[in-house]
Structure formats: C-alpha cells, structure tokens
C-alpha cells in the first residue's frame, strides 16, 4: 500500500516568508509526528497528533512554526517568518496508534532551504 | 529515555556479516531498543526491536546482553544498498510516550 507522502520534496524561500509542509500519512494510521533533520544530526522531534489534537508541541523551536490536522489524516506544518536556522529536512511519520510498540512509518521529507 | 552511544563509522565487505553496536548502559528495565535506518535522501526505516530476548526477523538480528547494558544489530549479509545510517534508540513502549529520540547514529558503508 501507499507509504508516508510529503509535498513537496524540496522548498526554497527567502528568509522572512511564509511556508507550508504536507504530509499524507499512511491510511487509517491516527498517530502523526513531525521531525526536523538538520544536516550531520538525527532526526528530532516537534509535533505529535493523536487524531485531530496536538497531543504534544514541546518539541516546536518557537511560535513562528504551528502545524495543523483539521480532519485528522492529511497534517500541515506551519513556519512564519522563516530564518536562515530553519533550513533541515522535515520529516513527517504515522503510526496506526501511539504509545506502544508500534511502528512508526517516515516519509521521505520536506528539504526545506531558507536563503 | 537512556542515553545510547554508537561508533560514528564502520566499513563492511559485501556479502559480510556487519555488526553495530550500541551501548545503553543506564537503561531501565521496561525500556525496549529499537533499531531504525536512514538510507540516503530517505527517511528512517525501522528494522527490529526487542526487550530481553534475541530477535530475528527478514531484515537483521537483534542481540541483547544480558544485563541489557549493550546489543548488537546484526545484518547476516550485506548488500550495498545496505549503506546507511544506523540509528539504536531506547524507549519505553506505553501511554504517553510515543516519540523517538535518535542520536547522530552509526554511518555503515557497505564496500563492493
């Protein structure tokens, strides 16, 4: 079946301007996350939604990035006025629930760079 | 989560067993490893995890000392598309605790 999709695969824009990330995650999966790659690190986290909630923002940078799920399937992240330092591949994963042993699914990421 | 520790490279002959390891010496007794990879331009891919006992599954084996200080992730046969990095995370599985903390992993390289 259909993995984790992210649109679009690479993103650049100029610093100070708004940008929008897309992940599809797998059908019928209700836990999401978002991570953020930068270059010679592991991913880390910044988001988890649990359905159509945010069940934990601790790991967003600061107020400039928000992420949404309106219907819980198809997740947006958010980042405003953006900053040289934001540029990373973000990286969206699902999972079909949160909290045990499940698997979490990435997709291939968002290369986002910010000139 | 416990701290694990991992060489930063290791180099492989095809077709060669490769054996990563990983050290989390202050790991708690309800904390699984997890092993996941990111082969390049790609996402983290899960491999394998386990709690005490050894596990084997289609992709590699998972080795685990007995005092559960350190394991080995155990890929029988490697193919160059093997090459990745090669991330060792510990977790506790349960209500409220979902995200996965990765360190900067093992960069393996799979030599022809």
């Known amino acids: 079946g259909a993995g984790v999709s992210q649109t679009p695969s690479n993103k650049v824009t100029e610093k100070g301007k708004y940008v929008e990330l897309r992940c599809d995650p797998i059908s019928g999966h209700t836990a999401l996350y978002w991570y953020r790659q930068s270059l010679g690190q592991g991913p880390e986290f910044l988001i988890y939604?649990?359905?159509?909630?945010?069940?934990?923002d601790s790991g967003l940078p600061n107020d400039r990035f928000f992420a949404v799920r309106p219907e819980g399937s198809v997740s947006t992240l958010k980042i405003q006025r953006t900053e040289r330092g934001d540029s990373a591949v973000y990286l969206c994963a699902s999972s079909f629930q949160a909290g045990g042993l499940e698997t979490q699914y990435f997709g291939p990421g968002t290369r986002l760079t910010v000139l | 989560d416990a701290k694990t520790t991992q060489p930063t490279s290791m180099d492989c002959a095809e077709g060669r067993a490769a054996n990563l390891p990983c050290n989390h010496s202050t790991i708690s007794g309800n904390e699984y490893v997890y092993w996941y990879r990111q082969i390049h331009s790609q996402g983290p891919q899960y491999i394998i995890h386990?709690?005490?006992n050894n596990e084997t599954n289609e992709m590699a084996s998972l080795i685990i000392t007995e005092d559960r200080k350190s394991s080995t992730l155990i890929l029988p046969h490697a193919t160059l598309r093997d090459t990745a990095v090669y991330y060792c995370i510990v977790r506790v599985p349960g209500a409220g605790s979902y995200q996965l903390t990765f360190g900067k992993g093992t960069k393996l390289s799979v030599i022809p």
């Open positions: 939604f649990q359905g159509t909630g945010a069940a934990d």
């Open positions: 386990g709690l005490k």
